[in-house]
């Protein structure tokens, strides 16, 4: 058995390692979502969810760790409460499933930075992402080609159902910048949509891309969905699958040798295949 301060050093290691995943440009490392083992547990039973940073519904576990957010809530019916964790937890979230319907959890994670070495491979990034529009606007602000410093903060969502769906069972705003909303409980039995609102500071998004991943037999599909002029967008649910919708919003700052400040928005939830 390790002895005490060896499990000390070695849980700093991991913990480090932890916190320079975190910190790789969303160019390597392009989403942060919340990933529940179980989207439909059973009343009194647990809830257990992993912070995941990284691509195609692949990633590192990322711990919890107080000063990395801002927020990081559990909605039920019976109304808001912060998520309790121990310092290096991973999973990040665990919690007992007391209140029956719709969980809804919410991370408002804290301002990370990050700097591009080239305008090529920020132009990738934001191509990637629906945003190639800003190479210009770049450009335009006389701004340099290299070392392009960005502050980013991710706004992730995901959605639990505890127990049978009610009318009263309704995914809402957390309050979190930018975010992604579903209009219908994606757990309403035989829906084979779902219209979700992407909002910015309270507002509808009009024309922004939102990348739609499913897992679903061992493989993971990217597909995207623009939406409208009313901030809406119209996701397929394929008959089920476990969904992770994921939208960037970027803006113009000078705060320092920080150039541009970007919000991530991400949701997720996980359907049993229908027969």
């Avoid at 932890?18 to 439909?40: C, D, K, M, Q």
């Avoid at 991370?107 to 990050?114: L, M």
């Avoid at 639990?160 to 979190?176: A, E, N, W």
């Avoid at 920080?258 to 991400?266: F, L, N, T």
Wanted: net charge neutral.
């Amino acid at each position: 058995m390790l002895k005490p301060q060896r499990q000390r050093q070695l849980r700093r290691l991991w913990l480090t390692a932890i916190v320079l995943a975190w910190g790789l440009s969303p160019a390597v490392a392009h989403e942060f979502w919340v990933a529940p083992r179980n989207y439909t547990p059973k009343l009194e039973s647990s809830v257990t969810a992993a912070l995941k940073v990284g691509q195609m519904m692949e990633g590192t576990d990322y711990p919890y760790l107080s000063n990395h957010f801002q927020s990081f809530t559990i909605t039920t019916r019976r109304g808001t409460q912060d998520a309790r964790g121990i310092e290096g937890d991973s999973p990040a979230l665990s919690y007992p499933a007391e209140a029956p319907g719709l969980n809804i959890i919410a991370y408002h994670a804290t301002p990370h930075q990050i700097t591009f070495d080239t305008l090529t491979e920020f132009a990738e990034y934001l191509e990637y992402e629906g945003l190639g529009e800003i190479v210009k606007t770049h450009q335009n602000r006389d701004l340099p080609s290299t070392g392009i410093s960005e502050s980013y903060i991710r706004c992730a969502k995901a959605l639990v159902q505890v127990g049978p769906v009610t009318r009263l069972d309704q995914d809402k705003s957390t309050g979190m910048p930018f975010e992604i909303i579903a209009e219908t409980n994606p757990y309403t039995d035989g829906l084979e949509s779902l219209s979700v609102i992407l909002t910015w500071q309270g507002e509808p998004v009009a024309r922004r891309q939102i990348a739609i991943f499913r897992r679903y037999d061992g493989k993971v599909t990217r597909m995207l969905a623009i939406t409208g002029d009313d901030g809406r967008a119209i996701i397929p649910l394929f008959g089920g699958g476990e969904f992770l919708l994921n939208a960037v919003n970027i803006e113009p700052v000078s705060e320092g040798d920080i150039v541009w400040k970007s919000h991530w928005a991400s949701l997720t939830f996980g359907l049993r295949m229908r027969k």
